[in-house]
């Protein structure tokens, strides 16, 4: 037996994985990673695979990247935890500075989580909680985009809008306010982006203006739905929506969490619209993909309305019992040392040029409908019918096919659905990116070759996560 069965097996009779129908694994064999190096991955077997989707959108630097193993390193001889409540640390002070001086003006306080969806949860409640201590406790519901991805816990679910994730929960989630997403896939022909996002702002504005009285907050991915399957919209109706939300006093929370730190081609997506938003959520690239956080930022006028007298009870009594962890802090000072050191974002220019001109061949595919980008995020939409735009029935599992000859291939290509993308780590060099787009087009011409064969016997819809 091969060393990478011997770990598969022994995974498989005590593991359940993450957004996985596990049967699959009948077919589908796991694939146990013995170590990383660059945009490498190396399984038991000795195989490697070119990591085009930064392992989850998390990694911009490269597997056991030297400068932040150093770091962390440091850092767990001096201190490897305490807690945030009443306790305080070098890591975590310093770490909030930079971030604050990174980010727009006017976001000046940092609250900390372990992961994305609780840092979405902390904007929510925060939001909530605001209007509540400022006597206007009817703000209570939130507006949030169609198509959208906030994360799995279940107010971070209500604020989402795949099927794939939210349906089952249905009965669980908020009320909120949907509104029909800028996403240019879905423009009129002849129509450019920018008009398109601008038109269907009007539907934002409606909602505003009808509800404002009962709305919190409007949370929006900024410039890319991730999870939706990478579709993208243009950074005006940013604008629109933030100067909306002033005049309507309703908050705007960005959830940066994906395209945040330099993924949309700015380090946040916000500059690209020249905005501040009320609540910045980060994770993900935060610690360079190493250790599991995320931060929220907000304004000084948010902070204020909870600073009072303890026995007044306006403090946000929330917390994460590994608030503020020094290791993730370490990790996060690191990645931010090396964007500041290396110049990542005008370097990712050339990356996102190359990633551009290496697949701009796809675009004359019969099954390709549209190859878009934004900034170092680069999407390919495999439909049934061109001219329509007619989707592949998600029971084909058509992604999956790509997925699968990718790691034949030696690339860990993950698609959304049908939606072939790559998101890959900031190191990777122009050839690597001509290889990544030369086994995508095998892969997509392996995948729509035949219009019936797929088997559409078992697996869930496709969306994030999910190599349907
Ligand atoms: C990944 C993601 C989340 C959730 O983050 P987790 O750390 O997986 O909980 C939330 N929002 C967006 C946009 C994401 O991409």
Redesign the pocket.
């Known amino acids: 037996m091969s060393l990478n069965d011997s770990w598969m097996q022994r995974d498989l009779a005590v593991l359940w994985h993450p957004c996985t129908q596990m049967k699959d694994h009948e077919q589908l064999p796991l694939i146990p990673i013995r170590r990383g190096e660059g945009v490498w991955l190396e399984d038991f077997d000795g195989k490697r695979y070119l990591d085009a989707v930064s392992s989850w ?1 998390v990694n911009v630097f490269g597997h056991a990247n030297p400068r932040i193993n150093q770091r962390i390193k440091d850092q767990v001889d001096q201190l490897e935890h305490v807690m945030l409540a009443g306790f305080s640390h070098q890591p975590v002070v310093e770490l909030s500075e930079r971030l604050v001086a990174l980010t727009p003006a006017g976001l000046d306080r940092v609250f900390y989580t372990d ?4 840092g ?1 949860e902390v904007a929510l409640k925060m939001s909530f909680h605001y209007w509540r201590n400022s006597g206007r406790g009817q703000k209570q519901r939130f507006v949030t985009l169609t198509n959208s ?4 816990t279940v107010a ?1 679910m209500s604020v989402g809008d795949v099927a794939l994730f939210t349906d089952t929960y249905k009965p669980l989630l908020l009320d909120t306010f949907k509104v029909p997403s800028p996403d240019c896939y879905l423009r009129p022909e002849g129509v450019s982006w920018e008009e398109h996002s601008r038109q269907m702002f009007a539907h934002m504005e409606q909602t505003l203006a009808e509800h404002h009285q009962d709305i919190a907050a409007v949370i929006v ?1 900024p410039l890319i739905q ?2 939706g399957g990478m579709r993208m919209y243009h950074p005006v109706y940013l604008k629109l929506l933030r100067e909306a939300c002033d005049r309507y006093e309703v908050h705007l929370i960005h ?1 940066e ?2 395209v945040g730190f330099g993924r949309t081609g700015s380090m946040f997506a916000c500059e690209q619209a020249g905005i501040t938003p009320d609540f910045l959520c980060l ?2 690239a935060l610690t360079g993909g190493y250790l ?1 956080m ?1 931060a929220v930022l907000t304004t000084d006028q948010m902070y204020r309305a909870f600073y009072d007298d303890y026995s007044t009870l306006r403090a946000f009594l929330h917390s994460h019992t590994y608030t503020g962890n020094p290791l993730a802090c370490a990790a996060a000072l690191a990645t931010l040392d090396i964007f500041a050191e290396d110049n990542v974002i005008e370097a990712n220019r050339a990356l996102a040029t190359r990633m551009a001109s290496a697949t701009a061949h796809l675009v004359e595919h019969p099954h390709v409908a549209e190859v878009r980008q934004t900034g170092m995020a680069l999407a390919i939409e495999m439909v049934q019918d061109k001219a329509s735009r007619t989707a592949y029935p998600w029971q084909e599992r058509r992604g999956l096919k790509v997925y699968q000859h990718a790691l034949e291939r030696g690339a860990l290509l993950r698609p959304l659905g049908s939606v072939v993308y790559f998101l890959p780590p900031y190191c990777i060099t122009e050839e690597q990116i001509d290889f990544l787009a030369a086994v995508a087009t095998e892969g997509i011409d392996i995948a729509t070759r035949d219009a019936s064969r797929a088997s559409v016997a078992t697996g869930p819809y496709p969306g994030f996560r999910d190599p349907g």
Do not use: C, F, M, V
């Open positions: 959108w992961n994305g969806s609780t979405i991805y906030h994360g799995e971070a991915e991730g999870a959830d969490i994906a994770s993900k599991p995320a």
